[in-house]
């Protein structure tokens, strides 16, 4: 396998892994929106959003997601997810502060990191593209 495939073959494993964490996270604006809700009003200072609101920002996230996963529309998709996860990274920072009881949120590090280096790294992640958006 030349460098060039075995670059596309981890940059696509890292899309999936992303795609997945941040399908979990649309997903629960649709399954469970009070929970999205109280994560925006603690980690945000943003109240107020009704149900409705979180199936059409679940909706938009989704498509989003769709396109990043799929490659479509790379600096976009792949800088949105970015500053996403980015933001929701920061916001967090009370967290690590007490790192013993809130271990799970180190884990955003590891993602924010895949997240830049696909941004970083867009045009060599070739594999399962769609080519659309270029």
């Given at each position: ?55 059409i920002i679940g909706a938009l996230e989704m498509l989003l997601i769709l396109a990043f996963v799929t490659g479509s529309w790379k600096r976009i998709s792949y800088g949105l997810v970015l ?52």
């Amino acid at each position: 396998m030349t460098q060039a495939k075995r670059i596309a073959a981890s940059l696509l494993l890292l899309r999936i892994a992303v795609f997945v964490v941040m399908l979990m996270w649309t997903l629960d604006k649709f399954v469970n929106p009070g929970h999205a809700s109280r994560v925006l009003e603690i980690f945000f200072g943003i109240s107020g959003f009704g149900e409705v609101a979180f199936l059409i920002i679940g909706a938009l996230e989704m498509l989003l997601i769709l396109a990043f996963v799929t490659g479509s529309w790379k600096r976009i998709s792949y800088g949105l997810v970015l500053l996403l996860h980015g933001a929701s990274t920061l916001v967090s920072y009370a967290q690590y502060l007490d790192p013993f009881n809130n271990l799970l949120f180190f884990a955003a590090w590891p993602m924010l990191a895949a997240c830049i280096t696909l941004y970083a790294l867009r045009d060599l992640d070739t594999s399962w593209v769609t080519g659309w958006g270029k």
